[in-house]
């Protein structure tokens, strides 16, 4: 098992900055793959970001060159720094993490990843 902890959610004016993090405990990090998913209230979860245990990178169309997600497999952290934040980006964030075969076809499939954390909660005002 593995289990995920999330934290940096918070209140941010457009325009501002926040760094969600992501600890991981219970098993060896460094194979598997994580991504970040996000759910604002009354649509369905999505992808955000994601990356392979040989930090390779994806980010969905609507954070890309906004965002960026690394790995620091000595501290068992995975991190997504968000910058120039919208409204629209307000959601809950979700940490994920799986072994999953063929990951560069799949990272986008929340369904792909099994451990997920709590999530923290991500609010932009306007």
């Known amino acids: 098992q593995v289990q995920l902890v999330e934290s940096g959610g918070g209140l941010v004016q457009a325009g501002g900055s926040l760094r969600l993090s992501c600890a991981a405990s219970?098993?060896?990090?460094?194979?598997?793959?994580m991504a970040w998913f996000r759910q604002a209230p009354g649509k369905e979860r999505e992808f955000v970001a994601a990356?392979?245990?040989?930090?390779?990178?994806y980010y969905a169309d609507s954070v890309k060159g906004r965002s960026t997600i690394s790995r620091d497999n000595a501290k068992n952290t995975v991190n997504l720094q968000m910058n120039s934040l919208k409204p629209e980006n307000t959601a809950v964030y979700y940490c994920?993490?799986?072994?999953?075969?063929?990951?560069?076809?799949?990272?986008?499939?929340?369904?792909?990843?099994?451990?997920w954390g709590q999530g923290t909660q991500v609010t932009v005002s306007s």
């Open positions: 219970g098993r060896t990090f460094s194979p598997f793959a």
């Open positions: 990356i392979s245990t040989s930090r390779t990178t």
């Open positions: 994920a993490a799986g072994v999953i075969f063929a990951w560069d076809s799949y990272y986008y499939e929340g369904g792909k990843y099994a451990y």
